[in-house]
């Protein structure tokens, strides 16, 4: 796997993370994280912003991070919500194979059911970074 790949799973990580963890975080740690991540600000420039030195950024950052991945460790919301991805999607594969065979009225009610799962399935996201 190269370093962008890798980077691009820690982004699309901890921006995961953050969706389900991020109300947990103090108000400085949720800041440096929509900063860097949904803003897209680098070190020095949330640095300059806040007034702190691009070190404290770094080493507050890195705190954000592991408290999100230890909030994930203890919780697992984020493995649950992949386990029940998965799951919708095996059952949309075997639907697919008999739907023809269901009378319309009970596919309709069927896709439907599974169309509201899948709605409820990940945390509500706010405006400020869907």
């Given at each position: 796997?190269?370093?962008d790949h890798r980077m691009i799973d820690k982004v699309t990580r901890t921006v995961s993370l953050y969706d389900w963890y991020g109300a947990l975080l103090?108000?400085?740690?949720?800041?440096?994280?929509?900063?860097?991540?949904?803003d897209d600000l680098s070190l020095a420039e949330?640095?300059?912003?806040l007034n702190i030195s691009r070190q404290a950024v770094h080493?507050?950052?890195k705190r954000a991070e592991e408290q999100l991945e230890h909030?994930?460790?203890?919780?697992?919301?984020?493995?649950?919500?992949?386990?029940?991805?998965?799951?919708?999607?095996?059952?949309?594969?075997?639907w697919s194979e008999i739907e023809d065979k269901v009378p319309?009225?009970?596919?309709?009610?069927?896709?439907?059911a599974l169309r509201r799962l899948?709605?409820?399935?990940?945390?509500?996201?706010?405006?400020?970074?869907?």
């Open positions: 796997m190269t370093r103090t108000d400085r740690q949720r800041e440096l994280i929509e900063l860097y991540y949904f949330i640095a300059e912003q080493d507050n950052l909030f994930e460790g203890a919780l697992h919301l984020l493995a649950s919500e992949a386990e029940r991805r998965s799951m919708v999607r095996q059952v949309w594969s075997a319309a009225a009970d596919r309709e009610r069927f896709e439907s899948i709605s409820t399935d990940a945390p509500e996201r706010g405006d400020d970074h869907a």
